[in-house]
């Protein structure tokens, strides 16, 4: 039993071992084996792989929508529509999502829960009911969301890990290290029951096809989990890596793959994470058991 910090990193699954298509099969971080199914890799800090379903039992290439809302929601989203859905959550998700959400689950047992990514004033007033899954089943629980203010007072992180996004953008925002970046994560997960944490670049730079910038992903995501795990108290904390569909671990095609995605589990809850979970739908059940009161 403990608090948990989800790392939802989208697009990303388990490829083969070829550095010609698969940069994690370049970079070779050992936190990020996503080229390894057979024989269970070790991961440092006695990190856990769970290669994880995504296809929702529906034929197709697995997407975003839906494979987002049953991460968050723990049920077929693909059933509600009969086919996989890509990008932003249609009519038919945003209900699913505004009823099954887990930050729902969390607000009605009276647990701390959190988006740590900085949002935009813009980015509600632009998109109002075209939200993000995440954004979308965080303020289905009313718990209120980090912004730019968060951010420069090291209250939030940015999507990028480094704000150069937002300053692309604009925005007033100091440049953060990916370490730093990590560390302000580690803190903000450290004061709440649940955490979630938010990539998206991952899915955007896959489906360039460009091995390259697939690379300078996949080396980012190393520096960060090297940098955060150490900065969690792992006694009481289970940290959990996964993701909505495969695509950047093969860029010889520049849409969504069919591969299994990874779960990654450190920490705490490691052992009970082995056992239920399966598909990616498991992932919300899995986690309000591992928070005290969660099940309640
Ligand atoms: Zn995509």
């Known amino acids: 039993m403990s608090r948990v910090l989800l790392l939802f990193i989208d697009g990303i699954g388990i490829g083969i071992d070829d550095p010609g298509r698969n940069p994690f099969a370049v970079v070779r971080s050992p936190f990020l084996p996503l080229y390894q199914q057979n024989p269970e890799p070790e991961i440092p800090h006695q990190g856990l792989l769970i290669p994880t379903a995504a296809d929702l039992d529906y034929p197709g290439l697995p997407q975003s929508a839906t494979g987002q ?5 723990g049920i077929n ?14 009519p038919t998700l945003r209900k699913l999502i505004d009823k099954h959400s887990l930050f729902i689950d969390l607000k009605q047992r009276g647990l701390r829960a959190t988006f740590a990514n900085a949002l935009t004033e813009e980015y509600f007033e632009k998109l109002k009911e075209r939200i993000s899954a995440t954004t979308r089943a965080q303020r289905a629980g009313g718990y209120a969301p980090r912004m730019l203010e968060d951010l420069r007072q090291r209250r939030a992180v940015s999507h990028d890990m480094t704000n150069a996004f937002l300053r692309r953008m604009g925005y007033d925002v100091p440049l953060f290290s ?6 302000i994560l580690a803190g903000i997960s450290a004061e709440v029951d649940f955490c979630l944490f938010e990539f998206v670049l991952s ?29 969690i ?9 996964t993701s909505d569909h495969g695509n950047l671990e093969d860029v010889s095609v520049t849409t969504h793959t069919t591969n299994p995605v990874p779960t990654l589990v450190w920490g705490a809850g490691r052992e009970r994470c082995r056992t239920s979970i399966r ?17 309640a």
Do not use: W, Y
């Not at 809302?69 to 929601?73: K, P």
């Not at 899915?203 to 795990?229: C, E, P, Q, T």
């Not at 990616?280 to 928070?291: A, F, N, V």
């Open 69 to 73: 809302t049953a991460i968050f929601c």
């Open 203 to 231: 899915d955007s730079v896959g489906h360039k096809g460009d091995l390259d910038m697939a690379v300078a992903i996949a080396n980012k995501l190393h520096r960060f989990l090297d940098a955060l795990l150490p900065a």
């Open 178 to 183: 990916i370490e730093e970046s990590a560390h």
């Open 233 to 241: 108290d792992l006694d009481s904390t289970t940290v959990l890596l």
């Open 77 to 90: 989203s693909a059933d509600a529509l009969q086919r996989h859905v890509a990008g932003l959550p249609t």
């Open 279 to 295: 598909t990616i739908m498991d992932i919300k059940t899995t986690i309000l058991s591992l928070i005290p009161g969660g099940l």
